[in-house]
């Protein structure tokens, strides 16, 4: 281990860095991400796994691979050791159904009686409504080059050494799910670079970007999506994940051009906004600056799609984001909303949480994973619905009274 200067200068900072976080906390900084959202939590509310709106229709068995790949996330993690006793706990709960999930053959009508026998399902509720907001999300697919053209001039970015992340939950229990971003400049911690600063030159000649895009309106939404699939000059797919956040509040676009009558209310979507960004291209930075939030990614090596929060890869239709601090990633759940599936449906099926997003948040709040292709932007694009959530628990956990 080095003991030089240098080495005791970076140990010297990063332990400011945290005294400063905490600061930062107290002071209510737009920097800091906090945790609830209200004192008043969600209440779960037991219903009957028959009784789901939509039960007879689904198609269970569809959920069983995603499900599977979360069962071995979090069997694993009971082996490695759990880093709270919180966590041991719930995790201990999913034990024994995991281990049957993980070895039985299932058919559609065995699995929905696995599901009836081994699970308690709870609706979720908050502040006295069961209802909350559904979005859609999906992988798109872009073109780029590892040279910066003229065509090819909108940088990704990896990650960057200077980018403090500070889980303040790790160091005081009140202060769970609350989290500090920024980069240090002489001896103090400042917000980090806003989308803003990035666009205008800021990380230029400090950071080697992954590669090139064409469009930065593309680019603006892979980083809403937060994975996506660039086909390179070649030929060549090159796929990016989500790696880190600058830590700066989103901020809906969307909900901007609505308010100043740009497009109505009824008619925002992805693919309005688009249209409405390309066709004004003299007001189009002001307005996608409006987000100071900015994604970096990573590459992924995974021919069998993007890799959500709890590290498994997606499954197109079965996948939701959701707020990890009211559901646990894993977690089956069942959702209702109302809209319109790929076969016209009301959406209503069984999905697993495995992803989380800076937009997600709040008890009854989801984003479903639609895949890549054009009926996945489709949907994604238009997705934005009012609907419901039923959360599974194998029997023995009360969320109520454990939590999730």
């Given amino acids: 281990m080095r003991t030089d200067n240098k080495a005791q ?27 609830k959202l209200s004192k008043i939590g969600p209440t779960f509310m037991e219903t009957n796994v028959a009784s789901l709106p939509g039960w007879r229709q689904d198609k269970v068995l569809k959920a069983l691979p995603a499900l599977k790949k979360s069962c071995l996330v979090m069997l694993r993690s009971l082996r490695v050791g759990a880093k709270s006793k919180r966590k041991i706990k719930l995790l201990s709960g999913w034990k024994d159904v995991c281990n049957q999930i993980k070895a039985k053959r299932f058919s559609e009508s065995s699995f929905r009686n696995f599901l009836k026998t081994e699970f308690n399902v709870f609706q979720i509720r908050y502040k006295g409504s069961e209802e909350g907001l559904f979005t859609g999300y999906y992988e798109p697919t872009l073109h780029g080059s590892f040279k910066s053209t003229e065509s090819y001039n909108t940088p990704v970015y990896p990650k960057p050494d200077d980018l403090i992340h500070v889980d303040l939950g790790k160091w005081k229990n009140t202060l769970n799910g609350s989290h500090v971003f920024g980069r240090v400049v002489g001896e103090k911690l400042k917000p980090y ?3 803003s600063e990035i666009s205008s030159g800021a990380l230029a000649g400090k950071l080697k970007p992954i590669l090139w895009l064409k469009s930065d309106v593309d680019a603006f939404f892979l980083h809403i999506q937060g994975s996506g699939r660039v086909i390179l000059p070649s030929g060549e797919v090159y796929r990016l994940g989500y790696a880190g956040k600058n830590g700066r509040k989103y901020y809906s676009i969307g909900r901007y051009l609505v308010k100043i009558g740009a497009i109505s209310k009824e008619a925002v979507s992805m693919q309005s906004i688009k249209k409405w960004l390309n066709a004004n291209p003299e007001k189009k930075t002001d307005v996608l600056n409006m987000n100071p939030s900015y994604v970096f990614f990573r590459r992924i090596k995974s021919n069998s799609g993007p890799i959500g929060s709890q590290g498994v890869s997606l499954t197109s239709g079965r996948s939701l984001a959701v707020d990890r601090r009211y559901s646990a990633l894993g977690a089956p759940i069942w959702l209702s909303a109302d809209f319109q599936d790929e076969k016209g449906r ?59």
């Fill in 193 to 195: 670079f806003s989308r």
């Fill in 9 to 35: 200068s970076s140990a010297g900072k990063i332990c400011k860095y945290l005294i400063i976080a905490a600061s930062i906390l107290s002071a209510g900084c737009s920097q800091v991400d906090h945790g």
């Fill in 346 to 404: 009301k959406l209503q099926r069984l999905m697993i949480a495995q992803d989380t997003g800076g937009a997600i948040r709040g008890p009854i709040r989801g984003d479903v994973f639609w895949g890549s292709g054009k009926t996945a932007e489709q949907l994604a694009g238009v997705m934005n619905a009012k609907g419901g959530i039923y959360v599974f628990f194998p029997k023995g956990i009360n969320p109520n009274q454990s939590g999730t």
